[in-house]
Every structure is written in C-alpha cells, then in structure tokens.
C-alpha cells in the first residue's frame, strides 16, 4: 500500500480542496468575476479554503452558512472571516434550496455578480482537477481510494486512470448510495460521458457524516502511534479503515499495489 499526502500541497488550500477550486479560480477570472460565493456549514473545510483562495488570488467571498449565526464565531468561520469572507446565513429549511433560481437570485441582489461554487465545491471544474491526480503517482498501482463526501474527487481520480487501474471510492455518509449518482453525472459533465473503472464502498460511515464509534477512535490511535500520521475522522480515517477491512477480507488479489490518498 502507498500513500499520497495530497494534505501537504498547502497548509491553506490542502489536497482535493486545491484541486476543485483550481480550473474554478481561472474560470471565474476569465469571465470578469471577482467574487466566489459558496456553501458550506459551520465547519466546513470547503469554506476556509475558498476564503484562503480568494485571499490569496484576489477574489472576494462570500461564504453562505448553513443555520443560524451564532457569537462568538467559531475557529472555522472566525479564519474565514479572518481572510475577508464576509458571511450570511439561511436556516435549514432554506438551506435545502439553495441551488434554487429564486435563493440564487436573492444572494444576487445582495451580493452582486459572483462565481458559484456549489457546497463541497465539486462541479465538472472540480473534477477535472482532481483528475491530475493520478499522473503524479511516480509508482506503478493497480487501485487508488479516496474518501467520497460529495463526489467531486472520486469522479475526478477515476477520469484520470490508465486502462486497467480502477478506483474505490469510501462513502463518509450514511445513506450515501446517491453519491454514485452524482459521480456519473459529474463525469458526464466534465468528460463527456461516465466511466466504468470506479465503485462506491458504503459500510464504513460509522453512524453518518461526521460521527463515528470507539472502534474508529482506536484505529486512528493506533495508525497515529504506528505510523506517525493522525488522519482526519471525518473522511480520510474511514477510507482507511475499510481499506484495511477490504484487505483483511482478501478483496484485491495478492500482488495488487493499492494507493492511498490522504486528501486533507
């Protein structure tokens, strides 16, 4: 098994966030945008990373919340709002419409032309970063696995493969069986059509998004003590432990070389 430290690119725009925003940061510059509105809840990676982008390449943001706003801010929004995202908030029920004509019409008229960036920040742009992935792998795989949030990097590793090489995709949410649905789609959209070379692993959620179980806690533990890497609960440490449990159950053949990624 290798790893790919896709967390260490930046320490402000680590792994598949750099990779989303990427073709997204030239698209919005190409058609006159000078703004990035996008999604998240209140402690969404997704948000401080576009606020650090948008710092960093001259855009402004706009960061819409998920819930009510509560002071004082949280580490997650105070370093967002610390890099020049200003913030609003929709309540949960507005929420769940967000990508409406009328929600977006309203953020409009209040915030001005921006470039959209959906929640989790995958669209087809998205994709085709994450797609660059592969191709910097300098060693022969036959498997790569990443963990699958909203599809975006999945849809994109996968795109990126050699004939023969296939990706596995680890869901971190409960009820995550749509998320193939979303990754065909985000195929179709970036490359033209869906590819074959991928599936969705969907027993290793640990009670949903964000959640998890004693039994998770100690294999982070004890992956941190062995190999001095403290993963992330709420995607990355679920991906490798259904990784370990696939091999445990004999799932890829002997002699099969299987990659890792450590997305941030």
């Given amino acids: ?52 982008a948008g710092r960093r390449f001259g855009f402004g943001t706009v960061g819409v919340i998920r819930g009510e706003p509560r002071l004082p801010l949280n580490p997650s929004l105070a370093y967002a709002v610390g890099q020049g995202m200003r913030l609003t908030y929709l309540d949960r029920t507005t929420y769940r419409r967000k990508h409406e ?19 989790g920040g995958s669209n087809a742009l998205a994709a085709r970063g994450c797609a ?41 949410l409960r009820g ?17 059509a869906p590819g074959t070379n991928w599936h969705l692993e ?23 003590g062995r190999h001095g890497l403290l993963l992330d609960r709420i995607y990355v440490a679920k991906m490798m432990f259904g990784l370990f449990a696939r091999c445990e159950q004999r799932a890829f053949p002997v002699g099969t070389t299987v990659v890792a990624v450590i997305t941030g």
């Avoid at 896709?6 to 402000?12: A, G, K, M, T």
């Avoid at 929600?103 to 929640?119: D, T, V």
């Avoid at 498997?143 to 990097?153: K, N, P, R, Y």
């Fill in 1 to 52: 098994m290798l790893v790919k430290r896709d967390d260490l690119i930046d320490p402000e725009l680590p792994g598949n966030k750099w990779r989303k925003l990427k073709h997204n940061l030239t698209a919005a510059a190409a058609a006159g945008h000078d703004t990035l509105l996008t999604f998240g809840g209140a402690y969404s990676n997704h948000i401080r990373a576009t606020a650090a």
């Fill in 101 to 119: 004509a009328s929600i977006l019409a309203g953020l409009g008229r209040r915030w001005g032309r921006f470039h959209l960036l959906p929640e």
């Fill in 132 to 172: 660059e992935l592969p191709a910097e792998i300098d060693e022969p795989f036959d498997v790569i696995c990443c963990a699958v949030g909203t599809g975006g990097t999945l849809a994109g590793i996968a795109a990126g493969l050699r004939p023969g090489q296939r990706a596995v995709g680890f869901s971190a």
């Fill in 176 to 192: 995550g069986e749509f998320l193939a649905g979303e990754v065909r789609r985000l195929q179709t959209e970036a490359f033209g």
């Fill in 202 to 224: 969907h027993g290793h959620h640990f009670g949903g998004f964000a959640r998890g179980t004693p039994e998770l806690a100690a294999f982070i533990d004890d992956f941190a």
